[in-house]
């Protein structure tokens, strides 16, 4: 089956540490997306990725880094400057390189700073 | 102003009900159209896809763009307690896509 997988499912940080987040495609996808969902705000975009070895920052990528080394991997790194990490991540991806093309959603990371 | 505004609800309704879910938008230039349906911690996934006006059925599913006053609509017939979720409106261009806050859905048995 083809989709996107994001692991670990839950993920608990404590303050002053990076942590790394996985997101694995076999679409053969070119573009991929990470974003990030708070209650009530909707989903933001971090980083996106229209072609391996280059990334973009989208609306909120302070604390955040991301690589593409390869076009089925898109790992996301919330460093210890993210002031505010607890929230649920969202990684996508699109067929083509335009962000207006259909995004396939994994299923998320949930990540909780102690 | 958010580029994309969508009512948070949350909206109840009974089984077999027909739900109206809506959004704005502010940009012109947006020619993409999009609902998902996120379950609880799941990721969304895409219900409907438009491109520039007009309507578009699957099923129990119809979403309709007007993009002289820029609204978005998603319409649900005969309700399920399986839709219940929270719906995504989306609205962008080649180059963006916008995403509204969402709307909490519950469908009563």
């Known amino acids: 089956d083809g989709g996107i997988t994001q692991s670990p499912k839950y993920l608990f940080r404590k303050e002053g540490q990076n942590v790394t987040l996985s997101c694995e495609q076999n679409l053969n996808h070119d573009a991929m997306y990470w974003y990030r969902q708070d209650p009530g705000q909707g989903l933001r975009l971090i980083y996106y990725?229209?072609?391996?070895?280059?990334?973009q920052k989208g609306d909120i990528a302070e604390g955040y880094s991301v690589s593409r080394e390869k076009k089925e991997s898109f790992p996301l790194t919330v460093t210890s400057a993210q002031k505010n990490p607890t929230a649920f991540y969202l990684c996508a991806s699109t067929r083509d390189r335009g962000q207006g093309d259909t995004q396939y959603f994994g299923p998320g990371t949930r990540l909780t700073v102690l | 102003q958010k580029e994309v505004e969508q009512d948070p609800g949350p909206l109840s309704v009974p089984e077999g009900a027909i739900v109206s879910l809506n959004c704005t938008y502010s940009?012109?230039?947006?020619?993409?159209f999009m609902w998902y349906r996120q379950y609880s911690r799941k990721g969304p996934e895409l219900l409907m896809y438009t491109y520039s006006s007009g309507n578009k059925e699957d099923g129990r599913f119809t979403a309709q763009v007007d993009k002289s006053s820029k609204y978005i609509s998603l319409f649900i017939r005969d309700s399920q307690p399986s839709d219940s979720a929270t719906y995504l409106c989306?609205?962008?261009?080649?180059?963006?896509?916008?995403f509204g806050s969402g709307t909490q859905l519950t469908v009563l048995p």
């Open positions: 940009n012109s230039a947006f020619q993409y």
């Open positions: 989306a609205s962008g261009s080649a180059r963006q896509l916008t």
């Open positions: 990725s229209q072609i391996v070895n280059d990334f």
